[in-house]
């Protein structure tokens, strides 16, 4: 039996992180949230996640941060990275952290948006919760 594919949601604001995250449930992923950069660290070190959607702009540790340290870590890199954030294509730190993830929405974002580049997201990653049973 194939494990329901996990998702950690990583936004600052809760209100946004419990959209996304009723978004996915409703379509049968698993989801964790975290709120800031640190957590959502802490939280990979002890979990696989297939997804991660992350904002940029985070207090603790900034979406960018985040996103250096999985390209760094050879367990984390391969995890697709989706940035949510309203600062999508907005300035030379943001357009480095849109090249190092694999999608990004901008914020306000649609439902079908969501699911559409976790679904993408999804079919180019091998499901690491799947390989961690």
Do not use: N, W
């Not at 409703?26 to 949230?33: A, R």
Request: aromatic residues 4%; contains cysteine.
């Amino acid at each position: 039996m194939r494990l329901k594919p996990s998702i950690l949601v990583v936004d600052d604001c809760r209100e946004v992180a419990d959209i996304l995250a009723r978004h996915l449930r409703d379509q049968g992923y698993e989801v964790t949230l975290a709120h800031d950069g640190a957590a959502a660290l802490a939280l990979l070190a002890r979990k696989p996640f297939d997804c991660i959607l992350l904002d940029l702009m985070m207090p603790v540790m900034t979406g960018v941060e985040v996103l250096h340290e999985l390209k760094r870590d050879p367990t984390q890199a391969a995890i697709p990275v989706i940035l949510v954030s309203a600062r999508v294509g907005e300035g030379h730190t943001h357009v480095i952290a849109e090249r190092d993830a694999d999608y990004s929405i901008g914020k306000p974002f649609t439902r079908r948006k969501v699911l559409d580049a976790v679904g993408a997201a999804l079919r180019t990653a091998p499901m690491r919760s799947s390989l961690a049973g």
